[in-house]
T-cell receptor
Framework: AQSVAQPEDQVNVAEGNPLTVKCTYS??????LFWYVQYPNRGLQFLLK??????LVKGSYGFEAEFNKSQTSFHLKKPSALVSDSALYFC????????????????FGQGTILTVHP | EAQVTQNPRYLITVTGKKLTVTCSQN?????MSWYRQDPGLGLRQIYY???????DKGDVPEGYKVSRKEKRNFPLILESPSPNQTSLYFC??????????????FGPGTRLTVL
């Protein structure tokens, strides 16, 4: 069964500093990985995804993420945080090799609250 | 404007009173899904649909029903709601071209309270 973990409930950084939001996953083969962001009282918005190819993927709002197969991780990063980046971040995983009724499942982590202080 | 709409946005109901939350998308997406969001638990998938008349259970399907009679609509039905179904519900959709590699577009959410 596929699963994803976000080990930190909260991450606090100062504006201008680099930020990292951690994500680890478990699937039977090669995963499809996604990051979404939820701003207060809003729905989720897509940030970036890893499907195949380059381990470093770039996304919206200056975010990037690094796929590390050996560590089964897909950490979200940004070189210089902004106060406006403060939000709830979700990592999600798909197992394209899942069979039967599990094929279309998408599993989310529990979310990480990012707070960027001025 | 490309969007996923949900109705109602807020609903307070009582235990056992059947309700339906509607979801509609105007992007001609094949894939649609329902999630519930609870503090500390993140988003959990309830049901998903790969196309018209094709639905499958997610991770927490108990107490919910869905149907997909038209491509654009994917209603979530609670036949006999209970207080443990109090939650924030999101509908989402995506294209299926390229397999399941595409990102999902989310609706604004429906906050349901069951008393």
């Amino acid at each position: 069964a596929q699963s994803v973990a976000q080990p930190e409930d909260q991450v606090n950084v100062a504006e201008g500093n680099p930020l990292t939001v951690k994500c680890t996953y478990s699937v039977s083969g090669n995963p499809y990985l996604f990051w979404y962001v939820q701003y207060p009282n809003r729905g989720l918005q897509f940030l970036l995804k890893y499907i195949t190819g380059d381990n470093l993927v770039k996304g919206s709002y200056g975010f990037e993420a690094e796929f590390n197969k050996s560590q089964t991780s897909f950490h979200l990063k940004k070189p210089s945080a902004l106060v406006s980046d403060s939000a709830l971040y979700f990592c999600a995983v798909r197992d394209p090799n899942a069979g039967g009724t599990s094929y279309g499942k998408l599993t989310f982590g529990q979310g990480t609250i990012l707070t960027v202080h001025p | 404007e490309a969007q996923v709409t949900q109705n109602p946005r807020y609903l307070i109901t009582v235990t056992g009173k059947k309700l339906t939350v509607t979801c509609s998308q105007n992007m001609n997406h094949e894939y649609m899904s329902w999630y519930r969001q609870d503090p500390g638990l993140g988003l959990r998938q309830i049901y998903y649909s790969m196309n018209v008349e094709v639905t499958d259970k997610g991770d927490v399907p108990e107490g919910y029903k869905v149907s997909r009679k038209e491509k654009r609509n994917f209603p979530l039905i609670l036949e006999s709601p209970s207080p443990n179904q109090t939650s924030l519900y999101f509908c989402a959709s995506s294209l299926l071209a390229g397999g399941l590699t595409n990102e999902q577009f989310f609706g604004p959410g429906t906050r349901l309270t069951v008393l």
